[in-house]
């Protein structure tokens, strides 16, 4: 890849208004060629391909007429029982996130529902004994951002105030988060994608984990929701993020009860037939318990033992994540080629340059974010909506957007970068003509 | 089966207090040597037998690694989408409970979590836009008597105050529960499984279910809860059970709104990996939309597909149940057989003779159910908690058992049939002498 300091290019805003109208008449008559053709593309969500899907099709060779469905602690998976999730899925995902199985529930498709539940159960019934949040005058809740929209849409739903955190390479900003959290009894937690976060792609630095391992918050009902979504989605074998185990530092302050960590398959076999876990201590779980056993007879089953009987174990996780990731990384590169070549230098945006996950996040000049997703929509892209990483879809500055490059082929994506590098620099041009 | 007319049968409130203490002295041996035997015997719920289970086993051949995942509409199942289910699973639903497939959404496994969701959205949002009901002094449902268990331990935990509505053979006693539905605002719903009734096995009249669908509730967010929970469970043949749908009922008042209708494939495929509906007007279902676009992406659809393409459309079902009948038919049958042999005539408990269902309700002399469970399990034999059949499990009466013969084998039913009457003739006697 080319470096920007090997490439002559002038920053926009260095330019003369006519050196301006001169690019951009360029740039519209590319803009124009390409409405022509008609494309029609969804960067929007974070999907995995058709592509990536294949690679577990073999999993469905795995059961047949007379498989035998006894769980190796003699549980018959077709019938009822097993609240908690079959014995070897919790081994499954201990392994996998270096935890004990006694601190796992398994659960059915998507870790979303889980997450939902454990802050409906909240409103509802509160937290281990605790006030229900719904009988409080206020709740408050700490969002690094940019994140991730379905997190605050939960939140929004249950009435909860949302914090804006500042979300740097390295983590959220952790003196804010502190103060918050150790002085306001209302803030009762924070949404965390602590590894290739969404939408930045950002991993949370050891210094980071440990300062969240060792809060000491105000409320007692006060848990960090740490979303692992991504801890096994590595794009590059020999350039990896390493997320620091958070339930082995909580257990050197003692403080195990302040985190649930969530995870799931959706995104390692099935999006549409996964299964989903929580990780807390024993006693959060024994709060999950008591109320799952109203709300449930149990998660299916047969699909957590197809995941155990076709894996095997966490290694047979991490191969399949090799395949995955051998689709992913040339989409992932050409989105950044792409940006490079036309855009690095220009002073027009910022982009992170993520080592797994599902995004790549795009900062582009103050107030043109939302313009640059309707050019794109005009032209028949669609992106996550500006704003949409956002509390409430305000994004104070509307610079942030959200591109997920995993569901397109690799050609309709580098078709794709290019039209959004295309309407980021007219959108900005625009911009810096309002004061030339 | 002899007829208790053709039986020399004393009853034992008529035998003097020596003949008692005879026949009690006998019994009392016969518990012993049944006691000495060791046996372990568990019918306290509605659980498949492993034999049930086996007759769907070839649902596990449908699939492959060459299977083709897109469903009717286009839709890749393996993926994210279809938030309200496959069109697929909806028209199977549909036809099997002769309704609109419009009027269906498809979730994972069980229905009760499907209620449990509809009671905490109803409690955290409110139903349709009415006042959410955690901001209401008082929230009541009507609960028929005896019922199902997990009903009321989901509205017990809502706080929600639950009034017992006596249950007849042909439905509960519509006067009353008009008179609180369209009298008393805080009434929000009734709980009601209006076939094979869990645990009477009665089936509501069609004038009982005309009587539902012309309720005016005094309240907007009252609903009926129609756990349709044994839709196509007839146990014999040719001798069903037929229930009015109570949707094209609700159409002559135009009164759509007014019923929730829930049903689950857990006791026609598997219980640990079925699919489950709610079937509602399309305004009601706009609402749980509403909510459910929050909660998760998406429920299972490889599963909602395996259903489909195994079964194929209605008659597919009920060839199965078919099936679930010739092995649950003489497990009833045993029962019933042993209570009209050993119970008939002696005046100390009455039973029914569902056509359908999971479950036989015995109803013993006053004072005396918790007594005989507490005998049945010294024994070796579980039944479902005394009292469990009503609210706050408390039965005014202490009468009510619910027996469950699905489970255990044959022998095994036939064993715990006459260890139960055993039980029910030594607690009643006990009960009669206080009086001698």
């Not at 960590?261 to 099935?270: D, H, M, N, Q, V």
């Not at 089953?301 to 047979?316: D, Q």
């Given at each position: 890849?080319?470096?920007?300091?090997?490439?002559?290019?002038?920053?926009?805003?260095?330019?003369?208004?006519?050196?301006?109208?001169?690019?951009?008449?360029?740039?519209?008559?590319?803009?124009?060629?390409?409405?022509?053709?008609?494309?029609?593309?969804?960067?929007?969500r974070g999907k995995p391909s058709p592509e990536q899907l294949d690679i577990v099709m073999d999993m469905f060779d795995v059961f047949?007429?007379?498989?035998?469905?006894?769980?190796?602690?003699?549980?018959?998976?077709?019938?009822?029982?097993?609240?908690?999730?079959?014995?070897?899925?919790?081994?499954l995902f201990?392994e996998l996130l270096?935890?004990?199985?006694?601190?796992?529930?398994?659960?059915?498709n998507g870790?979303?529902?889980?997450?939902?539940?454990?802050?409906?159960?909240?409103?509802?019934?509160?937290?281990?004994?605790?006030?229900?949040?719904?009988?409080?005058?206020?709740?408050?809740?700490?969002?690094?951002?940019?994140?991730?929209?379905?997190?605050?849409?939960?939140?929004?739903?249950?009435?909860?105030?949302?914090?804006?955190?500042?979300?740097?390479?390295?983590?959220?900003?952790?003196?804010?988060?502190?103060?918050?959290?150790?002085?306001?009894?209302?803030?009762?937690?924070?949404?965390?994608?602590?590894k290739y976060?969404?939408?930045?792609g950002?991993?949370?630095?050891?210094?980071?984990?440990?300062?969240?391992?060792?809060?000491?918050?105000?409320?007692?009902?006060?848990?960090?929701?740490?979303?692992n979504a991504y801890a096994v989605h590595d794009l590059y074998e020999d350039d990896k993020d390493e997320?620091?185990?958070?339930?082995?530092?909580?257990?050197?302050?003692?403080?195990?009860?302040?985190?649930?960590?969530?995870a799931s398959t959706s995104k390692i076999t099935l999006a549409g037939a996964g299964i989903a876990?929580?990780?807390?201590?024993?006693?959060?779980?024994?709060?999950?318990?008591?109320?799952?056993?109203?709300?449930?007879?149990?998660?299916?089953?047969?699909n957590?033992?197809r995941h155990v009987r076709y894996f095997k174990n966490a290694e047979g996780v991490r191969k399949k994540m090799k395949e995955h990731a051998r689709i992913l990384a040339p989409k992932f590169d050409a989105v950044i080629?792409?940006?490079?070549?036309?855009?690095?230098?220009?002073?027009?945006?910022?982009?992170?340059?993520p080592k797994g996950g599902y995004f790549i996040?795009?900062?582009?000049?103050?107030?043109?974010?939302?313009?640059?997703?309707?050019?794109?929509?005009?032209?028949?892209?669609?992106?996550?909506?500006?704003?949409?990483?956002?509390?409430?879809?305000?994004?104070?500055?509307?610079?942030?957007?959200?591109?997920a490059p995993s569901f397109p082929t690799l050609n309709e994506i580098k078709?794709?970068?290019?039209?959004?590098?295309?309407?980021?620099?007219?959108?900005?041009?625009?911009?810096?003509?309002?004061?030339?």
């Amino acid at each position: 890849m080319k470096k920007w300091s090997d490439r002559k290019v002038k920053a926009y805003a260095d330019m003369t208004k006519d050196e301006l109208l001169a690019v951009k008449e360029d740039l519209i008559k590319s803009y124009e060629d390409v409405k022509g053709k008609g494309i029609s593309l969804n960067m929007s969500r974070g999907k995995p391909s058709p592509e990536q899907l294949d690679i577990v099709m073999d999993m469905f060779d795995v059961f047949n007429r007379n498989t035998d469905f006894i769980s190796e602690s003699g549980v018959d998976t077709r019938n009822y029982g097993e609240l908690t999730g079959i014995k070897e899925a919790k081994e499954l995902f201990a392994e996998l996130l270096d935890v004990e199985a006694k601190n796992v529930i398994v659960f059915g498709n998507g870790s979303l529902p889980v997450m939902y539940d454990t802050i409906s159960r909240s409103y509802s019934f509160g937290v281990n004994g605790s006030t229900p949040w719904n009988k409080l005058d206020k709740v408050k809740f700490l969002c690094p951002v940019p994140g991730y929209d379905r997190h605050f849409a939960i939140t929004e739903t249950f009435g909860i105030e949302m914090i804006n955190i500042p979300l740097y390479e390295d983590g959220p900003d952790m003196e804010l988060i502190k103060k918050y959290v150790e002085e306001d009894e209302a803030v009762k937690g924070i949404w965390c994608v602590p590894k290739y976060s969404n939408p930045t792609g950002s991993t949370y630095s050891d210094e980071k984990v440990k300062a969240f391992a060792a809060l000491k918050p105000k409320a007692c009902d006060f848990r960090i929701y740490w979303d692992n979504a991504y801890a096994v989605h590595d794009l590059y074998e020999d350039d990896k993020d390493e997320l620091l185990n958070i339930f082995d530092e909580c257990k050197k302050h003692n403080n195990e009860d302040i985190v649930y960590e969530f995870a799931s398959t959706s995104k390692i076999t099935l999006a549409g037939a996964g299964i989903a876990a929580v990780i807390a201590s024993e006693k959060n779980l024994e709060w999950y318990k008591k109320n799952m056993t109203i709300q449930t007879i149990g998660y299916d089953k047969i699909n957590m033992l197809r995941h155990v009987r076709y894996f095997k174990n966490a290694e047979g996780v991490r191969k399949k994540m090799k395949e995955h990731a051998r689709i992913l990384a040339p989409k992932f590169d050409a989105v950044i080629e792409c940006f490079d070549r036309e855009l690095e230098g220009l002073g027009i945006g910022s982009y992170t340059r993520p080592k797994g996950g599902y995004f790549i996040s795009f900062t582009a000049m103050k107030g043109t974010a939302k313009k640059i997703v309707e050019k794109c929509k005009e032209a028949g892209m669609i992106t996550t909506g500006a704003g949409a990483t956002f509390p409430y879809k305000k994004d104070p500055d509307d610079s942030n957007i959200r591109i997920a490059p995993s569901f397109p082929t690799l050609n309709e994506i580098k078709e794709a970068a290019e039209l959004f590098s295309l309407c980021v620099k007219i959108v900005s041009i625009e911009e810096i003509l309002k004061n030339k």
